[in-house]
């Protein structure tokens, strides 16, 4: 898994510092720092979880099957 975070952060820094959203020395630090890596995979798998709890939540209150 961390290999393909790590690819597709590098397509989204790629992206936002060519579009010049980002500066070039923190789109660097991006990309080749491990530690930022692993917090950005930690963010969007928390951003995932918590997806995924709120539909469960909605289904529930709805009275949908879960």
Do not use: C, F, H
């Not at 590098?10 to 660097?28: C, F, K, M, N």
């Not at 720092?33 to 209150?61: F, H």
Request: proline fraction near 3%.
């Amino acid at each position: 898994m961390t290999a393909l975070a790590r690819i597709a952060l590098y397509i989204v820094v790629g992206y936002l510092s060519r579009g010049g959203w980002l500066p070039q020395d923190i789109a660097d630090e991006i990309s080749s720092n491990p530690d930022m890596v692993w917090a950005i995979e930690a963010g969007i798998s928390a951003m995932v979880g918590a997806g995924t709890l709120a539909w469960w939540r909605i289904a529930k209150k709805m009275g949908w099957s879960t």
